[in-house]
């Protein structure tokens, strides 16, 4: 069954076996973990995950390759028409609460932990990622392939130009590691950028210290909303410059020149002084 990538789900189809084993290399799934593939398209990842995992869920919001996937994977072995389920729904729509309770109800473990995999589609990647933050307390480790320029950033520290939002947001929160680069010539399309892949490993111990979300994603979003002005600027509206100055930083600071470390205290200072 011949399937032609749609560009308004930004499909790219993974094809290099050694880069799809390589990345199942760096996963290293066990037979118990639950895990999540988004996008899992054709089934080129999920083959190789199905045949080390007693189940795997998947998320797929192309209808019209959901038969596809599954026949593929049948194909590959018979058993896995048992051990793939798949979901048809937008991943920004998926109950990842719901879903965590009935598998520790099903495992009888309530702390039992998340696994997400995933080929990101570059024009969704980044709502995903932030969509997947709200759900980080649930989830053990994150792998994805994504665009080189968006793991660059991702992975960027203070004073580098590609250091914004993204690198904050997801560094507070996560560790974050990129692994390897992927050519285009692995993809069928190929697209026009090279790819790399991400881990993210959350970290439990920062939401002792940030237990307001919304307000720390509007600090970040401000201090970067123009990276050529200074936080006295950028943040006047959320903060007074005495508030920067008691946070152990300079109101003539750029938000590019911050460490994770002096956000948080930001962040701190003007959550306790705004109760």
């Known amino acids: 069954m011949q399937h032609h990538a749609k560009k308004r789900f930004g499909q790219n ?40 995992l007693n189940t795997l869920n998947v998320i797929e919001l192309d209808r019209d390759i959901i038969p596809k996937l599954m026949m593929n994977c049948e194909i590959a072995d018979i058993e896995n028409k048992h051990k793939l389920i798949v979901n048809e729904t937008d991943v920004l729509k998926f109950d990842f609460v719901s879903f965590q309770s009935q598998q520790a109800g099903l495992k009888q473990d309530h702390d039992v932990k998340l696994r997400i995999v995933g080929n990101l589609p570059y024009n969704i990647s980044t709502p995903v990622l932030f969509h997947l933050l709200d759900y980080r307390h649930l989830i053990r480790d994150m792998h994805f392939m994504l665009q080189k320029e968006v793991v660059d950033r991702i992975v960027a520290v203070p004073g580098v130009k590609n250091y914004g939002r993204l690198s904050v947001m997801l560094q507070t929160f996560c560790d974050t590691e990129a692994l390897f680069q992927v050519p285009p010539h692995a993809f069928q399309p190929p697209p026009k950028v090279n790819s790399a892949i991400l881990r993210l490993i959350p970290k439990a ?71």
């Open 13 to 52: 189809f993974l094809i290099d076996k050694s880069v799809i084993n390589n990345i199942v290399d760096c996963i290293q799934p066990q037979a118990d973990d639950v895990m999540i593939e988004i996008g899992p398209g054709l089934g080129a990842m999920t083959r190789p995950l199905l045949s080390r």
């Open 205 to 275: 111990q920062l939401d002792d210290h940030i237990d307001d979300f919304s307000l720390y994603e509007k600090l970040i979003r401000q201090a970067f909303s123009q990276r050529r002005k200074t936080l006295k600027n950028t943040l006047k509206d959320l903060c007074s410059s005495d508030q920067i100055e008691q946070a152990g930083l300079s109101p003539g600071q750029r938000a590019e020149e911050l460490s994770i470390h002096n956000f948080v205290k930001l962040y701190q200072t003007i959550a306790k002084q705004s109760i």
